[in-house]
């Protein structure tokens, strides 16, 4: 099936609005016999909010300690405005990072933690002075330099963390899920911020996160692991639309996955078919919920197909409903038209809205 | 969650302990240090100062006093520049062979006390290992006598025997430290030597001031070092409290110096304690 041609390829180079800053060139990395990262190739826009978005193990967190400076890669490159950045120790990389647990220094108040990167730079203390009072006001601190990092609450030792980043700065800033260990309402809060933030200062911005939310909601572009190989690089709304493989398609948002055959041009999964000028062989195709429709219209190129409600979840402003139909094909339906009190419905999607996905083999 | 009987039956025995085996002779020890010796040699029960005005108007016991502060001074120092290296590449640089180099520190405290201070003496004789290889190798014609018998050789030795008792509590500082903190301070530009003198540094001030009081208090109590190795020069203030309770049978005087000691000992762990929790944050 790997011959068939393929919406969005994997690690699409696609062409990026802005020259790279960063270019990472077939890196990879082993543990031992652990390997965590293959073949990486990705190049990071100047300004851009790039996520690198994976499961715990996907090797995101590898990568970014590569870029850091912290882990050297087994093979291959990193190049940043035309130097090797790789062969640089990690204190003479114009790259900072926002740390999981923030790595506050406890001794220093809030002022002198954000000074810190200055001070060992040897600026002037004046120029010092001004530029910490600069990067807390930006992240609203200001009332707080004068305290302990164990004095101040997660959120704002968080914003204390990239202050301190921030006022070194830097071409780019690398965040390490820096928002996993706050509670929904100020994580939600934080995502807006952050995302204003990164726009204000236009350093670009390499994230990682385990959370397709997240990703999708502050990211220009996604980088989408899966045991240390990129599975897709693309925008939010292109990964969505048009995922490149049934992982991706499953990993971000709900979909249904339709197995199935091509066989003269017409496309075959369980009960359903549609035209599809394809060439024959096994096909996977991600059908998203908000595409399925309850209630028939019959209009040209959709597909129907009956069933019986299995379950209903309530979403808020939508509903997520899984329809059993024959042959044991399941499709989930995402609708806005509240409590449906009938057990049977008639289904129809677009056939233009199935997509074709490549089916991701699986990786140890 | 235990019954108040249970807690007063386990807690009875340690308190009972503290109280026959550490309380009573501390409180004995107080009262001795007020009576006096008769000219027959018999303690006399009648409260006075004089052991107390004895100390202070004789400079042997001062004298002895601040050597023996020397000496502990000297010891904690050097067993912290020895320490506190090996502490630092113990549980920054060891890698998977820190198991190994950890237990190889711990090890020479199973070995008697008197077993290591013999050894020095038997290195550091006229007829020693030290100076018969050195004749040997025509480095020197004849002994070199400051090496024993002198305060270098208590000095030496009991380096040798507390600084395990300094690298321990630099040690544990030192594995407390986030390692994430040391990749921060790299990340926002420091040199790995800003980094050690800006972050590791004052995050294990708590473990050194406990390894040099370690260090320095065990030193100053030291009788048996001085003993074996120290001549005449090197006696320390617990080889005068040894002499007064054995020999001269002055038990009062020996119990005053004691008693002296304690208070000075006292304070200084409570300062370091002070210290410490100021150096501290977790």
């Known amino acids: 099936m790997t011959s068939l041609s393929t919406p969005g390829s994997v690690a699409s180079t696609q062409p990026v609005a802005k020259p790279a ?34 499961e715990s193990g996907s090797g995101k967190t590898t990568l970014l300690r590569i ?17 090797r950045l790789d062969r640089q120790p990690p204190y003479r990389r114009r790259v900072n990072t926002v740390f999981q647990n923030y790595a506050l220094f406890p001794h220093l108040t809030v002022e002198q ?10 600026l002037p203390e004046s120029e010092i002075v001004q530029r910490v009072a600069e990067a807390l006001d930006k992240v609203k601190m200001a009332d707080h330099a004068k305290k302990k990092p164990s004095k101040i609450s997660g959120g704002q030792q968080q914003r204390v963390a990239l202050a301190r980043a921030l006022v070194k700065r830097p071409r780019l800033l690398l965040l390490d899920e820096p928002l996993s260990a706050l509670d929904a309402n100020l994580r939600r809060q934080m995502q807006v911020e952050l995302k204003a933030l990164q726009r ?67 496309a075959q999964s369980g ?90 083999p699986e990786r140890i | 969650m235990f019954s108040r009987s249970y807690k007063t039956v386990v807690t009875l025995p340690p308190l009972a302990w503290v109280a026959v085996f550490l309380l009573t002779p501390y409180l004995l020890m107080f009262c001795y240090s007020f009576w006096s010796v008769s000219s027959s040699q018999t303690v006399v029960h009648s409260w006075n100062l004089s052991n107390y005005s ?51 520190v711990i090890i020479p405290l199973w070995v008697s006390y008197l077993v290591r201070a013999y050894a020095w003496k038997t290195i550091l004789g006229s007829d020693g290992v030290l100076n018969t290889s050195l004749q040997y190798l025509h480095l020197t014609s004849h002994p070199l006598d400051f090496l024993l018998y002198s305060p270098f050789a208590v000095v030496l030795t009991l380096t040798h025997i507390y600084t395990p008792f300094t690298f321990l509590p630099i ?46 208090v065990l030193s100053l109590g030291d009788f048996l070092a001085p003993l074996l190795l120290g001549g005449p020069s090197g006696i320390m203030i617990s080889n005068i409290v040894v002499s007064l309770f054995g020999a001269a049978y002055n038990w009062p005087l020996g119990a005053a110096i004691s008693l002296g000691l304690l208070v000075l000992v006292a304070s200084l762990l409570f300062f370091s304690e002070r210290l410490e929790k100021k150096w501290s944050f977790s």
């Open chain 2, 54 to 104: 004895e100390l202070l108007a004789k400079p042997v016991y001062w004298q002895t006093l601040l050597r023996s502060m020397g000496i502990a001074a000297r010891v904690m120092l050097l067993s912290l520049l020895l320490g506190y290296p090996l502490a630092y590449f113990l549980s920054f640089y060891a890698g998977r062979r820190k198991d190994l180099l950890y237990q190889m």
């Open chain 1, 67 to 83: 870029i850091a400076g912290f882990e050297s890669a087994s093979s291959g490159e990193l190049w940043m405005e035309g130097e």
């Open chain 1, 200 to 266: 204000e200062v236009g350093i670009a911005f390499v994230f990682v996160t385990h959370d397709q939310e997240e990703a999708m909601v502050m990211s220009d572009r996604i980088a989408l692991l899966r045991s240390g190989e990129l599975e897709q690089v693309a925008t939010p709304r292109e990964i969505y639309s048009r995922p490149a493989t049934a992982y991706v398609a499953q990993f971000i948002g709900h979909t249904n996955l339709l197995k199935g055959n091509v066989r003269n041009g017409i």
């Open chain 1, 21 to 54: 800053l960063l270019s990472i060139r077939s890196v990879a990395k082993s543990f031992g016999r652990n390997i965590v990262l293959r073949d990486i190739s990705l190049e990071i826009a100047e300004g851009e909010f790039l996520t690198i978005l994976g």
């Open chain 1, 271 to 360: 009960p359903l078919s549609w035209p599809a000028s394809l060439p024959d062989g096994p096909v996977v195709f991600s059908l998203r919920p908000e595409q399925v429709r309850v209630g028939g219209s019959s209009a040209a190129g959709t597909v129907q197909v009956r069933g019986r409600i299995l379950h209903q979840a309530f979403h808020g402003a939508t509903e997520l409903i899984r329809v059993g139909c024959a042959d044991g094909l399941v499709l989930v339906t995402r609708t806005s038209a509240g409590n449906l009190p009938q057990q049977d419905v008639q289904l129809e999607f677009s056939a233009s809205d199935a997509v074709l996905v490549r089916e991701s």
């Open chain 2, 171 to 216: 040690y544990a500082a030192l594995e407390h430290i986030p390692r994430n903190l040391v990749e921060a301070s790299h990340d926002l530009g420091a040199t790995p030597a800003q980094t050690f003198w800006k972050v590791i540094f004052p995050l294990s001030i708590p473990g050194v001031l406990a390894g040099a009081t370690f260090a320095f």
């Open chain 1, 113 to 122: 933690n954000v000074g810190y990167g200055l001070r060992v730079a040897k």
